[in-house]
């Protein structure tokens, strides 16, 4: 099965640069997903990390070290639109198609 | 292209009632999902398929039944809906192939159980 760790909350303040973190276990790994999610709305992708490293995508980054079961998602110019909920997911080796969730961490961005 | 549609958008049910919340995806995706997402939480998956007339159990599927009688709808019932069922229901669909297989999700139902 899988575990999969975030931080509840986190406040950052507009224009500046957040990290989220999240750690994972799993009997099988075949890529990590962040996905966005506005308070009342369905979440959307944000990115995809399945080899070590940093995926850059605007001020969107993600990070993965496969040795470490560690993810992060790096957020810079922070916007207040940036306010949301952000959601981990691992998935299944054993089943491409499915994906464990985290409990998101959300993020709050203030003037 | 609409997406994920779902139907309907809003439902309250009495304990024991019966009720089939409709999937619909007009993107020839293989994999369609059933998530539960309570409040403060992440999503937990319920059911899932991974092709026409396959269904799967995820992590929380008492309570619930699917079925994939055509590859673009997932249909979820609730055979005697229970207070615990409130929730806020996602569906998702993916392609079973290509290298991301993001997930796109439906815009959900919010089901309160009295």
């Known amino acids: 099965g899988q575990n999969i760790d975030q931080p509840t909350e986190m406040t950052a303040t507009e224009g500046a640069i957040v990290q989220i973190n999240c750690t994972y276990q799993t009997s099988g790994f075949n890529g990590l997903f962040w996905y966005q999610q506005h308070a009342g709305e369905a979440p959307t992708f944000l990115s995809y990390n399945v080899l070590d490293g940093l995926e850059e995508k605007g001020r969107f980054s993600s990070f993965l070290s496969r040795s470490k079961g560690y993810s992060y998602l790096l957020l810079k110019e922070l916007q207040m639109k940036d306010s949301a909920s952000y959601l981990c997911a691992v998935r299944d080796r054993a089943n491409a198609g499915k994906s464990t969730f985290g409990d998101g961490t959300t993020l709050t961005v203030k003037p | 292209n609409a997406g994920v549609t779902q139907t309907p958008k809003f439902r309250v049910l009495k304990t024991g009632q019966s009720m089939t919340l409709l999937c619909a995806q007009d993107?020839?995706?293989?994999?369609m999902y059933w998530y539960r997402q309570d409040p403060g939480m992440g999503l937990r998956l319920i059911h899932y398929?991974?092709?026409?007339?396959?269904?799967a159990k995820g992590e929380v599927p008492d309570g619930y039944n699917v079925s994939r009688l055509k590859k673009q709808n997932f249909l979820l019932g609730l055979e005697s809906a229970a207070p615990s069922q409130t929730s806020v229901y996602f569906c998702?669909?993916?392609?079973?192939?290509?290298?991301?297989?993001?997930?796109?999700f439906g815009p959900g139902t919010r089901l309160t159980v009295t």
């Open positions: 398929s991974v092709g026409e007339g396959t269904t």
């Open positions: 993107m020839n995706h293989e994999y």
């Open positions: 998702a669909s993916s392609p079973a192939t290509g290298a991301l297989y993001e997930q796109y």
